[in-house]
């Protein structure tokens, strides 16, 4: 009898799975009491409904070819999408169109699992702000995360849920185009960034209707490609990798980062896209990242090139068991993973495994209580260029500008001069100021440096515009004297120097980061005049200036600010703001230098002038141009008074470190104090210099304010031989000041 019950149990538990994997009830899954009470028993039942294909098909990101000749491709993908093939797209937007898809997925699909829609919403949506680089230069975490909210909000009202950004990818090697969309070279600071934006895109709740799950990309050490050229090789130490890549993702993860995106490099001969040991001991095992990982762009594919795949079977196969979740594009997942688990090559688990995750992420952003809740087009109306979005994009903006130098104090300039000469090309471009990676930013919608000083100075102001060069820095013909001789009639001259923002970004690296084309030429040549002059640098990543540096007395670096550009730069030109910004990455006064950054070691010989066999350049000084947390200001801050409440720390205690900061000018202002610590002897070697802390306080003329910092064992630790995280006892040096040059110092002895 017993026997009997146990047969038509499992006729009747096969009878039901072929009933609902054949006629699964349209509306189901979205009823569903199980998505409140119980997520996972809710995706493991979905999951057991699905075939295999359908599986498969949630690990296939296709991208929308907006581009193609003819629609005959929409075909195909509607196809794909009512075959349950496609379980997200990338670069589709707008109500309209990611509606109509959803509605196939949804109503049409066997199951109607929704589909993901991703986009690269990196600075902004509409409301571009500024690059990514120079955001970072404003320190100001609050502002940074207000953007990626602000981008969050506008995405999302065009059917986006989730963004490939933020790009943590730490950058020593500026002639990396990629160095713009980071935060600069240091992982202190690029953590706390790649935390305040992961928490900007993600709001408080996934499952909010404005929030776009984040992407923390490139995992990882992409930034280290050897001599700065894009895609390629990387081959650093565990310690480099550990202590300065690795940091800003686990920040990331640390804050809730929803999904991690694999680097296109290999790291010392394993390609990041196969790295087992990577993406899942260290991701998923260490540091308990429980969520979405994407492919790069054709990645799994390009395991081919790397040489560590024969076939595409051989690419999917080890892109899955090293733990990448979604195929970009290359479609091999889709193609090679169905045979591959027939033939007992890959187990069920693992797309299993991979598929959960990215149900998950559905599940997460309330996908399956309401695919359709992206999909408003009043919110898409309503959303977009609010005046609210262009007012944070200004201040991010006149917070990001680093005024590099103003010797002669000739900034701010005064607004009723009578005549203005504005010179260079980029002065008038309003492609530029967008940045290498604006999505769907619109060249209307960007004031250019042009309108900003127009827009600013008095009436009775006349300002006048020469290009002088092209789009790539030659030379316009005859237009280098006609400069020159329109500056020659002016009360002062501005001139706006750099790089188009095509010049850096994705596969836009550059051998050569001086000034581009002829514009050195064109400075030296407007310098001869003795006018009043101020040079106006946009571009995407430090420059090699050092002739320019020279010959020029002020120098404002403004990076691509965004959509509010041209004002930003006139309120900082004109003094309706004081610039506070500060470099996160060095300037090297020549190519010859790079990588030079400023939490080098010491070597055995560090850079002596007086002795000859010490570590330096026969042909030009050791030290960079322009120095990690360089920037001036209209007023002049003074540091004094640095104190410790106690000369040592006991392991496991805390010590409190002070000290007075005063503005000394007659410009109220913004300062970032930054706090440095040293290791002076270690069982390895420790960097000269570590950036551990920062505060930005704001001061009026000769106000002094005490500015405090808390030093923790934590910030004494790094990995000892074995790589294991260790807090060694022994002489600290504290630094603080107004760069990682220019600070004063105090010792505290850390105790067993
Ligand atoms: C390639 C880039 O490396 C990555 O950052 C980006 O997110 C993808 N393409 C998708 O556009």
Known sequence: MSKMLKICKSWFICLSIIFLTTFYPYGKLYS???????????????????????KIGQLNMFHWPWSAQDDSFKTVYEKMIRDGKIGSFLGIYGVKNTKELQKIAVEESRLGIPLLFAFDVIHGWRTIFPV?????CSWDLETIEKTARAAAVEATSSGIHWTFAPMVDIARDPRWGRIVEGSGEDPFL?????????????????????????????????????????????????????????????????????????????????PMHANEQLLTSVLRNQWGFNGLVVSDWTAIKELQSHGVAADPAAAGMLALRAGVDIDMVSGIYLTELPALVKAGKISEDLINQAARRVLKAKHALGLFNDPFKYHNIQREQNNILSAENLQLAR??????????????????????????????GLATDQVSPLGAWAGIGDTHDVISILEGIRGAVSPKTKVSFQAAYDSNGFENYGEFQKASDLVKKCDAAIVVLGEPAQMSGEAASRADIGLPGDQTRLIRMLVKNNKPLVLILMNGRPLALDEVAEETSTILETWHLGVQMGNAVADVVFGDYNPSGKLTVTFPRTNGQ???????????????????YTSKYIDIPWTPLYPFGYGLSYTTYSYNDLKCDRRSMIINDSLLISVQVT?????????IVQLYLQDEVASVTRPVKELKGFKRIHLKPAESQKVEFLITPDMLSFYDQRMMKTVEPGKFKVFIGGSSENTIEQTFELMQ
């Open 663 to 671: 503005n000394n000018g007659p410009w109220e202002g913004e300062e």
């Open 132 to 136: 990514p680089l120079a955001e970072a």
């Open 32 to 54: 569903d009491p199980l998505q409140e009470s119980n997520p996972d028993h809710f995706i493991d039942s979905l999951l057991s409904i699905m075939t295999i294909e359908e």
């Open 395 to 424: 201040d991010m903006a006149r917070k990001s500008i680093v005024l590099l130098k103003n010797s002669a104090n000739i900034l701010p300039l005064k607004k009723n001069l009578k005549s203005i000469a504005l010179i260079g």
């Open 594 to 612: 790079i990588p030079v950054y400023y939490n080098h070691k010491n070597t055995g010989r560090p850079p002596d002038f007086s002795d000859h």
């Open 190 to 270: 690029g953590s706390m960034i790649a935390a305040a934006r992961v928490k900007g895109f993600q709001g408080d709740k996934l499952d909010d209707e404005n929030t776009l799950l984040a992407c923390a990309k490139h995992f990882t050490a992409y930034g280290g490609v050897e001599g700065g050229r894009d895609y390629n090789t990387v081959d650093i130490s565990d310690r480099t990798l550990f202590e300065v890549y690795l940091p800003p993702f686990h920040a990331a993860v640390k804050a809730g980062v929803a999904t991690i995106m694999g680097a296109f490099n290999e790291i010392a001969g394993v």
